[in-house]
């Protein structure tokens, strides 16, 4: 009994020391130098997520070996004798020392490497080092200065915020549909003419017209954006034109949004929501090109460039009555059509590839890239919410990535969206696809989650359909089907 009571606390202490350990695994892993370390025995025992990218080697391939076992590819002097065994022997660090390795994938890096002894109890127990790679470090000094001079060139006259982080560099395609849409935004950007963006919802409509700001001559000037559909009528007004003390009970003097907008750009998004009456007061303020506060007979000038955006067809917002013809002339000198995803299949590989990147950092994750299996899947499937909706399924879909897995894979994918993919059939059918396409892509869908279940309950069929939610003979039917082995 009493020694139970003693056992208690080291336990809790033990796992208290175990949560430490892999928090400070996981901070290493998201550093952007390479880490690793060796044990008194000359054994790799820290091998970090940087040093894998840099040296094409993956840690559970090197954790536990000795380090000139590992390195036997290193070009010149071996590098554990060099560096890690006269640390060893001096107990002195080695700083910055500059390194030309050839790895095993061929390339050459030049790397600069510290190397520190670790001493326990006054004896030297490990070493480890710190190093990067000259490439990294070149490519991160540039970015660093880019941002900076994009953080310049964004600021107002009065250092304020522009509020547009995209640039039309930042959208990402392979389709000749999105080219020509981005070759037509880097025109528009060039004139200062009124543009309405088109297209539905998640297409990226936002990201051309923040695009188009960036890459004009307002881009001095502050992006001030506005979603008519967000906004109570009531308030849109006031909010668009600014307002006089008294106006109205409780009105303040304040600037409206064509005015905060002054020498920048202003983004009326969804202007199919936007009431009418309000429509015949911005037509008013588009062909004078003044604007007055509300309750103010001070006229001033309007004297920024305007952009709007529809997730409607504007001639079908036109006879459903939702925009005034004479305001969409005003607004539409050019149109720009943002093309739907499933119109433009080839994006969603590169789109993909982008996202998994900024997830994978974001999650402390290593998938860097999507099975062919999955981009089959995506290509076929018709895409509703565009690339918002890409976005909503890849982020859902790296909750279910294992730690450590360089790919994402069917299983993968959430239920819910297997479940819309089967839904959208129909009319994804209509379109472009023969049933028997579909088929096989699903059944493929079954046979990944089969093969992965299996993995997963090391072959046990009992379990294994357990984990599927199907009963032991409709398993062992699709296991024939398929022709999958390895069930027991
Ligand atoms: N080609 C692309 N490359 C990179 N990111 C994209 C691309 N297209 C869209 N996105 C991203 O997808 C998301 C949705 O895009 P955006 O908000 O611009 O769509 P939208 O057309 O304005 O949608 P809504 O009509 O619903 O407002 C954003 O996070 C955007 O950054
Ligand atoms: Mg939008």
């Known amino acids: 009994m009493n020694s139970s009571r003693h056992q208690e606390p080291d336990k809790s202490r033990l796992q208290e020391l175990e949560l430490e350990n892999r928090l400070l695994k996981t901070i290493i892993d998201h550093i952007h130098e390479g880490v690793y370390a060796i044990n008194g025995r000359g054994e790799i025992i820290i091998y970090n997520h940087e040093v894998e990218k840099t040296e094409g080697m993956h840690r559970q391939d090197v954790l536990g070996r000795l380090e000139s076992e590992v390195y036997t590819h290193i070009s010149g002097p071996g590098f554990s004798e060099v560096v890690s065994q006269a640390v060893m022997k001096t107990g002195q660090p080695l700083i910055d020392l500059l390194f030309q390795a050839e790895l095993p994938n ?3 890096e030049e790397i600069i490497i510290s190397t520190y002894p670790f001493f326990d109890q006054g004896k030297l127990a490990a070493v480890y080092s710190v190093g990067r790679d000259l490439n990294t470090t070149g490519e991160f000094i540039a970015k660093t200065l880019e941002i900076k001079q994009r953080m310049l060139s964004r600021q107002g006259m009065d250092g304020a915020w522009s509020g547009a982080r995209y640039f039309l560099e930042n959208i990402i395609y392979k389709s000749d549909k999105m080219k020509a849409a981005v070759t037509q935004a880097r025109k528009i950007a060039a004139q200062d003419i009124p543009v309405m963006l088109v297209g539905e919802t998640g297409t990226g409509k936002e990201l051309f017209a923040q695009g ?43 600037p409206g949004l064509f005015e905060q907008a002054e020498g920048g750009t202003i983004f009326l998004d969804e202007i199919n929501s936007m009431p009418l009456a309000l429509q015949a007061k911005m037509l008013r303020v588009l062909q004078e090109k003044f604007v007055r506060r509300i309750g103010s007979k001070v006229q001033r000038p309007v004297s920024c460039r305007i952009i709007s955006a529809t997730n409607v067809d504007p001639y079908q917002a036109m006879q459903e009555k939702t ?17 739907p995803l499933r119109d433009r299949p080839e994006d969603i590989a590169p789109i993909c590839e982008m996202l998994i990147n900024r997830y994978s950092k974001n999650y402390g994750l290593f998938v860097d890239h999507v099975s062919p299996d999955v981009i089959g899947l995506f290509e076929k499937y018709d895409w509703p919410g565009n690339v918002r909706e890409l976005q909503n399924i890849l982020e859902n879909s790296m909750s279910q990535v294992e730690i450590g897995a360089r790919e994402l894979k069917v299983r ?14 129909g ?20 046979k990944s989650a089969i093969e992965a279940a299996l993995a997963n309950n090391k072959g046990n069929i009992s379990k294994c359909a357990q984990e599927l939610g199907i009963k032991r003979q409709a398993l062992h039917y699709k296991l024939n089907k398929y022709g999958i082995k390895g069930g027991k």
């Open 427 to 446: 009319k994804t059918l209509v379109r472009d696809m023969d049933g028997s396409s579909l088929n096989a892509i699903l059944q493929d869908v079954e």
């Open 412 to 425: 993968h994918l959430p239920v819910f969206f297997l479940d819309r993919i089967q839904g959208s059939r």
């Open 212 to 254: 188009i700001h960036n890459a004009s001559v307002f881009v001095k000037g502050p992006f001030v954006p506005i979603n008519c559909a967000a906004i109570p009528d009531t308030l849109m007004e006031s909010l668009l034109f600014g307002t006089e003390r008294g106006a109205f009970t409780g009105a303040v003097e304040a």
């Open 323 to 339: 925009i005034r013809p004479d305001l969409y002339y005003r607004l539409a000198t050019v149109t720009l059509n943002v093309p």
């Open 106 to 108: 061929g390339r050459k």
